[in-house]
């Protein structure tokens, strides 16, 4: 039943989920690059990838505030602050997720990226965005 309401509402938008959809994936295209680099100079899975998440988060709000959710209102405090944290949490979410895919279960670095960030991507990142960070433009 989770999952009918899950997807029930990413049908109500569908040019917003596909635009923040891409926005994850450059997003993530940056995120994975940062995490390959770190991972190869020796930072521990873990961290490269709480660190990496981030960068890529920045490269995602950026998209998705002007592209994915056409908000064109000044960038405040507030609205940072709400991406801020749905950002930290996607990332400890990612961190978690890659030590268990990753170190646990031996899944490669950027196959068990890919396939965390879809995961994260489908339960918190765009509902998360949708709801907390860009809502005002996504009701409108």
């Not at 490269?48 to 405090?77: E, M, Q, W």
């Not at 670095?109 to 509902?127: E, N, Q, R």
Request: charged letters at 10%; one cysteine or more; a positive charge.
């Amino acid at each position: 039943m989770a999952y009918g309401v899950l997807i029930s509402r990413f049908v109500k938008h569908p040019r917003e989920l596909l635009a923040a959809g891409f926005g994850g994936a450059v997003g993530t295209g940056v995120d994975v690059a940062a995490l390959v680099l770190m991972v190869g100079h020796g930072v521990s899975v873990p961290v490269a990838t709480f660190l990496a998440a981030l960068a890529g988060a920045a490269t995602n709000f950026v998209l998705n505030k002007y592209v994915a959710f056409r908000d064109h209102s000044p960038i405040n405090l507030r609205q940072l602050a709400r991406f801020g944290f749905v950002a930290v949490a996607a990332a400890l979410l990612m961190a978690g997720a890659m030590k268990i895919v990753a170190v646990k279960l031996g899944v490669p670095v950027v196959l068990a990226k890919l396939a965390c960030a879809a995961v994260v991507f489908a339960i918190w990142t765009y509902p998360a965005q949708r709801r907390l960070v860009f809502a005002r433009t996504a009701t409108a």
